[in-house]
């Protein structure tokens, strides 16, 4: 079954720290890979995305992702965190037209 | 350009009743999508159009949800009759065109309380 975990509910980084955020999926093949963030009362937003090539992907603001198909993972990083950081990231995989979406990490950040 | 409009952002009604929720996708955006956000979770595609025509419904409840999207551009959601397990975030997404998972572009959402 095709399917997106994040296995962290609910992260508590301090500002500046850097951060981590894991999501590995189940699919045979190469998927399409997403990270998006939804803040309080707000649509979600993509960060980046990825596709093929390159396995260090670039988003705005400030994140990037790397994709490891040995470990079918596909993690979010940004190396300072900012207040404004505080919010639910969710890693989705599109695939035949349909997005799939793991059930979210809530962040918090610490002043 | 005008994102994705919701409206409305809030309901709040009794099991049993309906409601009916209405989607204005981004001008020229020919997919549009309809998710079920339940509290803690992720969101869960119900339906997906494509212009005017269904691409998966699914996971769609149809003995109480139903969804059209009349001339291809704006699109209705309604629940009847509503039960306790339907309070959610209702978002609608719209993409320019369905192939390699073009960036979705989402609406505030409408969170819908049933009592």
């Known amino acids: 079954a095709q399917s997106v975990t994040q296995p962290d509910i609910h992260i508590t980084v301090s500002e500046g720290a850097s951060l981590e955020l894991r999501c590995n999926y189940s699919?045979?093949?190469?998927?399409?890979l997403f990270w998006y963030v939804q803040s309080p009362g707000q649509g979600l937003q993509l960060l980046l995305k990825?596709?093929?090539?390159?396995?260090l992907v670039q988003g705005i603001k400030g994140f990037e992702a790397e994709f490891k198909r040995s470990q079918s993972s596909f993690n979010l990083r940004k190396p300072s965190v900012h207040w404004s950081d505080a919010a639910e990231y969710f890693c989705?995989?599109?695939?035949?037209?349909?997005?799939?979406f793991g059930s979210g990490t809530k962040l918090n950040v610490k002043p | 350009e005008a994102g994705v409009a919701q409206s409305p952002r809030y309901k709040i009604i009794e099991k049993r009743q309906s409601v009916a929720f209405w989607c204005n996708p981004i001008?020229?955006?020919?997919?549009l999508y309809w998710y079920q956000q339940i509290l803690g979770q992720g969101p869960k595609l119900l339906i997906q159009f494509q212009n005017n025509g269904v691409v998966d419904d699914s996971q769609l409840p149809k003995d109480r949800f139903s969804a059209e999207r009349l001339k291809g551009v704006d699109s209705t959601l309604k629940i009847q009759p509503a039960k306790l397990e339907d309070s959610a975030v209702y978002l609608c997404?719209?993409?320019?065109?369905?192939?390699?998972?073009?960036?979705?572009?989402f609406g505030p959402g409408t969170r819908l309380t049933v009592l």
């Open positions: 001008s020229g955006h020919a997919t």
């Open positions: 699919y045979g093949a190469t998927p399409y």
């Open positions: 997404a719209s993409s320019s065109n369905s192939g390699r998972g073009d960036e979705q572009f």
């Open positions: 989705a995989f599109y695939n035949f037209n349909k997005f799939y």
């Open positions: 990825y596709f093929s090539g390159d396995t």
